[in-house]
């Protein structure tokens, strides 16, 4: 891998059946090991639940406040600065509780491929 700067292109957003809006940040074949998406939750909205095989993510929270479920954790409420870990295969959802855009990084490990995409309910 060469060094390099990317700058996202914020008109590339797209809206996914997950109910969220996805900007991909980072994700190439160049760097299978990892990849960073931002990820934009509007007010009152719930993602569709869901797991990622053989994938770890993170969600790193960038601005607005949320309850995020993962697994049999209880629901929590998350703010700017707070981490959650999600292992592989492991349930997981986010509400946007607040009043306006909940605003994250998606980090995956290896890299997000939409054959590790597991719906959990019907889309």
């Excluded at 390099?4 to 809006?21: A, K, L």
């Excluded at 939750?41 to 479920?69: D, F, K």
Aim: aromatic letters at 8%; glycine letters at 6%.
């Amino acid at each position: 891998m060469r060094a390099h700067i990317v700058h996202p292109d914020p008109s590339s957003e797209f809206y996914t059946p997950e109910r969220c809006f996805i900007l991909e940040s980072w994700n190439t074949p160049e760097d299978e090991g990892l990849s960073l998406a931002r990820a934009r939750v509007q007010p009152g909205v719930t993602t569709a639940l869901h797991a990622l095989r053989a994938t770890v993510e993170r969600y790193l929270i960038l601005s607005g406040s949320g309850i995020v479920e993962v697994d049999t954790l209880p629901p929590t409420t998350v703010t700017a600065g707070d981490i959650v870990v999600i292992p592989a295969g492991k349930p997981q959802r986010v509400t946007n509780n607040g009043e306006t855009d909940l605003v994250f990084y998606a980090i995956c490990t290896p890299r997000f491929r939409g054959s590790a995409y597991q719906a959990l309910e019907p889309q």
